[in-house]
Nanobody
Framework: QVRLVESGGGSVQAGGSLRLSCAAS???????????MAWFRQTPGKEREWVAL????????YYTDSVKGRFTISQDITRDTLYLQMNSLKPEDTAMYYC?????????????????????WGQGTQVTVSS
């Protein structure tokens, strides 16, 4: 069983920054270089929305359009920790943020950007941005 633990959420004013962290606890999973890591977010009454993803051990990253140029996903391989640096935050970024991991890839070798393809989830960390 893989356990993911997020931290770093909080309350900030619009224009501020936060950095979220997500640590994986299982050594076996750390060695799975095919896995994909991603951040999702969710607000009450809405579906979980994909935010960003990174291919494990690589530098390939993808972002949803609304966060491009403001958010940066990265990882520390030695610590198996995933990060999401969030700058120029807006009130519409307010949500519960979740990190997720998956060994699945598309037939073309790409990581998925949908929550149903991710097997392991953290407990979530709340981000609140006030105007």
């Amino acid at each position: 069983q893989v356990r993911l633990v997020e931290s770093g959420g909080g309350s900030v004013q619009a224009g501020g920054s936060l950095r979220l962290s997500c640590a994986a606890s299982t050594s076996t999973y750390r060695r799975d270089r095919r896995k994909c890591m991603a951040w999702f977010r969710q607000t009450p009454g809405k579906e979980r929305e994909w935010v960003a993803l990174i291919e494990h051990g690589g530098t390939t990253t993808y972002y949803t359009d609304s966060v491009k140029g403001r958010f940066t996903i990265s990882q520390d391989i030695t610590r198996d920790t995933l990060y999401l640096q969030m700058n120029s935050l807006k009130p519409e970024d307010t949500a519960m943020y979740y990190c997720a991991a998956s060994p699945d890839r598309s037939p073309g070798g790409y990581c998925y950007a949908v929550s149903s393809r991710y097997d392991y989830w953290g407990q979530g960390t709340q981000v609140t941005v006030s105007s």
